[in-house]
C-alpha cells in the first residue's frame, strides 16, 4: 500500500513511518520543518521512502504527492507542551483548521479522481478534556461538554472534518486517538516560548522529556506542575505507531474511531519518582510543586476495550523500558544542545 503521510518530521511520524515501512509499505511524506527545523531521520534513503518538503496547506502541492497514494494520514499540526495552550490559542485553531481543510480538499479530490481509498486522522485524548468519564470509551465527545483549550476543541472539529466528508463525499475514515505518546525525538521546537522550571529551562513542556533533563542536570528539589496528581497514560511511540498501522490496515476500521493507548495509568508525581530513582540511584526523592497550567487536565484515562477486540492492538512496552530508552537519548541531547 501507499501511504501519504502528513506532518512526516513530526515526533509521532519518526516512529510511524518507520513502522510503515518495515511492514512492506510505501510512504510518501511532507513536512516543512517549522517545528524542530531541517532534520535526518534514519529512513531518508530508505528506497520505499519519497520526502517533499513543502507547506501541507499548499492543496495544489498535496494533490500531485497524493495523486497515486492508497490512502493518507493525517498527522500534520501544530503540536506543542502545554505553555502552547496558553502561549498560541489562536494559531493553534487558526492554522491547524488551515491545515485540516487543505488535507480533505486533497483527499476528498484524490478520492473522487484517482485511487485514494480513506483518510486516517490524527486526533488527541484532548477532546475529551472536559469529561468527567474514565475509563473514556470512544463516542464520549459527543457527549461530554466541548475541550475547554482551542487546541482540543480543533482536534475535536478534525474529527467532525472526517465526519463530514463522508457523508457529503463519502470519503471512508478513521479517526485516532493517541494518548501521550513518549519516546526519543521530542527536542526543542522553533516556536516553543521559553519556560523555565525552577532554574531549568523546559525542553517543550512536555512531562518526560522535561522532568528527564532537570533530574539529569540535577535539580534538587525537583520543579513538577500542580500537585502531581495529574493521571496520565504514557503510551510508548513505538506502540503507537503499531496501532496507527493497524487503523490503516484493517478493514474493520472503515468509519470508526480508536483509542490507541496503554492501559496503565500513571500520575505526574509517580513518573517523576520513577525517573528520580532512574537518575539518582541513593538520593531521597524531594520536589516542589509549582502552579499548574490552566489547561493541565487532572485525567486522561482511555478507554482501550475497542481497539484491543477489533484491532487487536495491546500497547507492550512498558513505562520502565521506555523510560530505560529515553533518558540516555535526553542526556545525548543535553550534550550536544539538542535539549
Partial sequence: ?????????????????????????????????????????????????QFTR??????????????????????????????????????????NERIIASTFDAAI???????????????????????TLYPTPEGEQFKCPPPQSTYGFQKLSCEYFAKGAWEQYKLPYTIIRPFNCIGIGEKRALCDKEVMSGNVKLAMSHVVPDLAQKV?????????????????????????AKGIRLCVENDKALNEDFNISTAESTTVLELSKIIWEKVNH?????????????????????????????????????LNSALDE?????KKQIEIGGI
Fill in 1 to 49: 500500500m501507499k501511504i501519504l503521510v502528513t506532518g512526516a518530521a513530526g515526533f509521532i511520524a519518526g516512529y510511524l513511518v518507520e513502522e510503515l515501512l518495515t511492514n512492506g509499505h510505501t510512504v510518501v511524506g511532507i513536512d516543512n520543518f517549522s517545528k524542530y527545523g531541517e532534520i535526518e531521520k534514519s529512513y531518508d534513503k530508505h528506497p520505499k521512502y
Fill in 54 to 95: 513543502g507547506d501541507v496547506k499548499n492543496t495544489a502541492l498535496l494533490k500531485e504527492i497524493i495523486s497515486d497514494c492508497d490512502q493518507v494520514i493525517a498527522g500534520a499540526a501544530i503540536i506543542g507542551g502545554i505553555s502552547l495552550f496558553h502561549e498560541y490559542a489562536y494559531d493553534l485553531l487558526a492554522e
Fill in 109 to 131: 479530490w484524490a478520492h473522487k479522481h484517482k485511487k485514494l481509498s480513506k483518510i486516517n486522522v490524527l486526533s488527541s485524548s484532548m477532546v475529551f478534556e472536559s469529561t
Fill in 216 to 240: 539529569l542536570k540535577g535539580q534538587d528539589p525537583l520543579h513538577i506542575l500542580g500537585q502531581g496528581n495529574q493521571v496520565r497514560h504514557y503510551t510508548y511511540g513505538g506502540d503507537l
Fill in 282 to 318: 541513593n538520593k531521597p526523592f524531594r520536589y516542589i510543586s509549582d502552579p499548574a497550567f490552566k489547561y493541565d487536565v487532572q485525567c486522561r484515562i482511555p478507554d482501550v476495550k475497542k481497539s484491543k477486540q477489533i484491532l487487536k492492538f495491546n500497547a507492550e512496552t512498558s
Fill in 326 to 330: 529515553i533518558i540516555p537519548w535526553v
